[in-house]
């Protein structure tokens, strides 16, 4: 979830005039749905700190599954500057190889506080990786690719960029989480508006950089007062199992506590919030329980996640990334 916009520039209304439609995501049968979830969650973190680039913070993993075992594309804060990382695993646990593999550009779209916050997906043996980058009081969303994770291709300018005047997302976009469903990436994201207020939307696209907006965003609507998600969402983790579309989505409330909320749907775009609350409950990340990426594997619902123990707006929350499963009970 990053920091509230404030400002408004012509250049995001002009870049925000892109394309929309209705649409849903194949739709599911709506099976038996679990009565309730639990969340069981490693006590330690599995990636923590590190030196540099990532010494304040190390957060928004992003975690895919390729022939050689599991790699990390994963956000770091030096106090002054997002930038994304790479880790490889082969248990989820243990991660090695950490290395920074990509930084803002000053001297583009991007400037220099963020190339980062994003989402992974493999596609026709390449990887690709959907980031959060522009100016911070009107972020957008670009796209680099790699063969290799080391050398790393970025389009030119931004694959989604705010709305037009007044709509949902006119102040920024950002948080992108990707789900791939031939012939369709469908991206879900955090939009602003001129009124501070941080709600999901999704969009959709045939190729990763042309995106169709949802005519009918946003899709998911902040809670009512005193709820753990009055102040803003943010984060979204779409997956499917058991019949719906599950999403894992970060809440945050007006003292900037930060837990994880879950909805359902049968169609992706349509979603129900349940009761469950997900909340940090060790001294790491007591403050913060935030930016989850799924992957079901085997039945196991397998869940990466970041966590703080100072209650901040976005940055500065010693955040460290941990990992969890989330268990049906029927």
Known sequence: MRPRYATLSFLALVAGCGRYADFTLPPLTGGSAPRTFEFLAEPQPVLARGDGWESRD??????????????????????????????????????????????????????????????????????????????????????????????????????????????????????????????????????????????????????????????????????????????????????????????????RDVSHIRRLGLARSTDGVHFTKLSVVFAGTESWNSKVLCDPTVLVENGIIRVWFGGGNAPQDAENLNGQIGYGTLKPIL
């Not at 009055?230 to 779409?238: I, M, R, T, Y």
């Open 58 to 251: 190390a957060l928004n993993p992003s975690v895919i599954r390729t022939a050689s075992g599991l790699l990390n594309l994963y956000s770091g804060f030096d106090g002054r500057s997002w930038q994304t990382g790479l880790a490889s695993s082969t248990d989820g646990l243990h991660w090695d190889h950490r290395t920074r593999i990509l930084s803002p550009d000053p001297h583009t779209w991007e400037g220099n506080y963020i190339a980062a916050n994003g989402a992974a997906a493999m596609h026709a043996g390449q990887i690709r990786y959907w980031y959060v980058a522009g100016p911070m009081e009107h972020p957008s969303i670009g796209l680099a690719r790699s063969n290799d994770g080391r050398e790393w291709h970025k389009e030119s300018q931004p694959v989604v960029t705010p709305g037009p005047y007044q709509s949902w997302d006119e102040y920024g976009v950002a948080d992108p989480y990707i789900v791939r469903i031939d012939p369709y990436f469908y991206l879900y994201y955090l939009g602003q508006d001129r009124a501070h207020r941080q709600r999901l939307g999704v969009a959709r696209s045939t190729d990763g950089i042309h995106f169709q907006k949802l005519r009918a965003n946003p899709i998911l609507e902040i809670g009512a007062n005193g709820a753990f998600d009055d102040d803003a969402l943010g984060e979204p983790a779409v997956f499917a199992d058991r019949g719906f579309y599950w999403m894992l989505y970060t809440g």
